[in-house]
Nanobody, 116 residues
Framework: QVRLVESGGGLVQPGGSLRLSCAASGFDFGANAMNWYREAPGKERELVASINTAGFRTKYADAVQGRFTISRDNGQNMLYLQMNSLKPEDTAVYYC?????????WGQGTQVTVSS
């Protein structure tokens, strides 16, 4: 079955960096576009970044454009989110997301806290 497992979250100071990872299994990873979402306390879950199957087409939310980079390694079935110049407003649980055959799949999420 589809499994998405995020890792790499933690506590970081403003201006710092983190790299999130998502290990995917149970489906043909290289044949599916992938996304990162985040959910901050008291807010709706929002799309952060998307990447196409081959990894050359990406899209970002305005709030993270120029600071975050989504990437993938199809040989290792891994999805990444490099987050630089982090701000307190980036504090959220970050989720790996797949939409496949009209079904939505989520990982368990990884907490990112940006605070001094």
């Amino acid at each position: 079955q589809v499994r998405l497992v995020e890792s790499g979250g933690g506590l970081v100071q403003p201006g710092g960096s983190l790299r999130l990872s998502c290990a995917a299994s149970g489906f043909d990873f290289g044949a599916n576009a992938m996304n990162w979402y985040r959910e901050a306390p008291g807010k709706e879950r929002e799309l952060v970044a998307s990447i196409n199957t081959a990894g050359f087409r990406t899209k970002y939310a305005d709030a993270v454009q120029g600071r975050f980079t989504i990437s993938r390694d199809n040989g290792q079935n891994m999805l990444y989110l490099q987050m630089n110049s982090l701000k307190p407003e980036d504090t959220a649980v970050y989720y790996c997301h797949l939409f496949r055959f009209e079904k939505t799949y989520w990982g368990q999420g990884t907490q990112v806290t940006v605070s001094s």
